[in-house]
């Protein structure tokens, strides 16, 4: 079961950081399109979000849950619990600075194609907010990553520290 879940796991963290990050570097260089193309380009990034990014970080959410539940050593382990404090961050941030601007986005640029010139500004704030979320979710998942590969231990280091300490007085 442990290898079933760190499998999902990293299986949905490939899909949620490739998701992330193919949707940025589609957005970017979507934007020299004509309006139309443009709009279809908005639906493609709205259906990378829907087909893989979300169901990447449920994935993702899910696995890590289980495996910090079923798992006796990470009960105790500091950076499995700096993972799970930074779980809200991630899910909240796609959904909220991901999914919603990825929906706006793509209603707003289907609005200019059909002649909505009025649309472009509001698209503009859109798309900054889209930016930031992305990269503050791909930020958050190397972080993820690196803890996991990195595995630090807090409490040995407060404990060695304490040692000197002691010894020294």
């Known amino acids: 079961m442990k290898k079933l879940l760190k ?5 949905g963290t490939v899909g949620l950081m490739g998701a992330a ?7 970017t260089h979507a934007a020299d399109l004509g309006p139309a193309e443009y709009a279809a380009a908005r639906q493609g990034i709205l259906l990378m979000t829907k087909l893989l990014l979300m169901p990447s970080l449920v994935l993702v959410i899910v696995s890590g849950l289980l495996a910090m539940g079923l798992h006796q ?3 105790n ?4 619990w700096i ?4 779980t809200p961050l991630v899910f909240e941030g796609t ?3 991901v999914q919603g601007p990825a929906q706006t986005a793509a209603a707003l640029a289907a609005r200019i194609a059909e002649g909505d010139l009025a649309a472009r500004e509001t698209l503009q704030g859109v798309l900054r907010h889209e ?3 992305l990269w503050v979710i791909l930020v958050l998942s190397t972080a993820n990553v690196l803890l996991a590969v990195w595995r630090p231990r807090f ?9 000197k300490l002691a010894d020294r007085g």
């Open 131 to 133: 930016t930031g979320g």
């Open 95 to 97: 959904l909220i600075a």
């Open 83 to 86: 993972k799970a404090l930074m």
């Open 7 to 11: 499998f999902l796991h990293e299986l």
């Open 21 to 27: 990050a193919a949707q940025l570097i589609y957005a």
């Open 77 to 80: 382990a500091d950076w499995v």
């Open 73 to 75: 050593p990470f009960h």
């Open 155 to 163: 409490r040995r280091r407060r404990s060695e520290a304490a040692e």
